[in-house]
């Protein structure tokens, strides 16, 4: 396999190392890497097509699927391609353009795809503590709407990462221990204060995620006791049942994003290759997971992909 040279000429480019003190692993690392990252581009895309022709998947919930599949898809593809560039042709250089769009654009699709959770909850409570007024209270115009305003919230809060990125003098080091351009690994290598930047960051990521659990956790308590006063028990099953995908989606992307962020802010004793491992599985497992959780437990939808599916 052809290598190519792995340091910049251009002062103004950043080295990106991939998985420090696994560079022997790079290639045998890219196979999982690359297949999580065609099985996911696969199933959502597919998501995408299938909703998108189906006059009768035009519904809230399958218009809110096609929300997370499309930050599902921005989120592995700011990540997995140039990291494959850096596992398959040893290409490492990014230039800090590159890298504060990079990192913008990852950032910004996290923040969107918990947004979309957050109205997914929302969702789940009108449908079953509300269902004669839930074609009239979530309409298409108003999912739109919701999208929009959940868009504007992640680009805003977001924004101002790339710009304090901008800011810093960067000295003679310009080495990422990183496959991508992680915000603090980034801030790290710069010869300037930043500790504006790691506040910054972490009040950000906290305050974004615990607003949103806490929205997400209210739904759920509305839920729970709207189903225990219903007398029948095959209406409890029916009830919760309904929210099982959105728990199941919900538990693989908060747990990885808490896992990866949790474990690279504090868990000093930890391996740097694990941090990164944990980083890249946030961005490429549950955009893998999510198409096929909600393939495996929406029928209607199964049977339009299967239709589809048998076509081709």
Request: aromatic share 10%; net charge positive; with cysteine.
């Amino acid at each position: 396999m052809a290598v190519f040279n792995l340091t910049p000429s251009d002062p103004s480019t950043f080295t990106l190392m991939g998985i420090p003190g696994l560079e022997a692993a790079h290639l045998w690392i890219s196979i999982p890497l690359s297949t999580f990252y065609i099985i996911s581009l696969l199933g959502n895309f597919m998501v995408l097509f299938v909703v998108g022709k189906e006059q009768s998947l035009h519904k809230p919930m399958y218009l809110l699927i096609c929300m997370l599949a499309l930050t599902d898809i921005s989120m592995s593809t700011s990540i997995v391609p140039k990291a494959l560039c850096i596992f398959w042709f040893n290409l490492r250089g990014i230039t800090m353009g590159g890298c504060l769009t990079q990192s913008f654009f990852f950032h910004a699709s996290a923040m969107m795809h918990s947004a979309i959770l957050v109205t997914m909850a929302f969702d789940r409570y009108i449908a079953i503590c509300n269902p004669l007024r839930y074609a009239t209270i979530l309409t298409s115009v108003r999912i739109a709407k919701l999208g929009l305003l959940g868009l504007l919230r992640a680009v805003l809060v977001v924004m101002p990462l790339p710009l304090l990125l901008s800011r810093q003098p960067f000295c003679a080091n310009r080495i990422i221990p990183h496959t991508y351009c992680e915000h603090i690994a980034v801030a790290k290598i710069s010869c300037g204060d930043i500790t504006v930047n790691r506040m910054y960051s972490l009040v950000l990521t906290f305050v974004v995620i615990v607003l949103d659990l806490t929205l997400i956790a209210l739904s759920y308590i509305l839920i729970i006791r709207a189903v225990l006063r219903m007398s029948s028990k095959k209406a409890h099953q029916k009830a919760l049942n309904t929210c099982t995908a959105h728990i199941c989606v919900m538990l693989t992307s908060y747990t990885a994003f808490l896992l990866s962020h949790l474990t690279h802010r504090f868990g000093q004793s930890i391996a740097p290759h694990f941090h990164i491992i944990l980083a890249n599985l946030y961005f490429l497992v549950p955009p893998m997971l999510n198409p096929i959780i909600y393939g495996v437990k929406y029928k209607e939808l199964r049977d339009k992909v299967s239709k589809y599916t048998c076509r081709i």
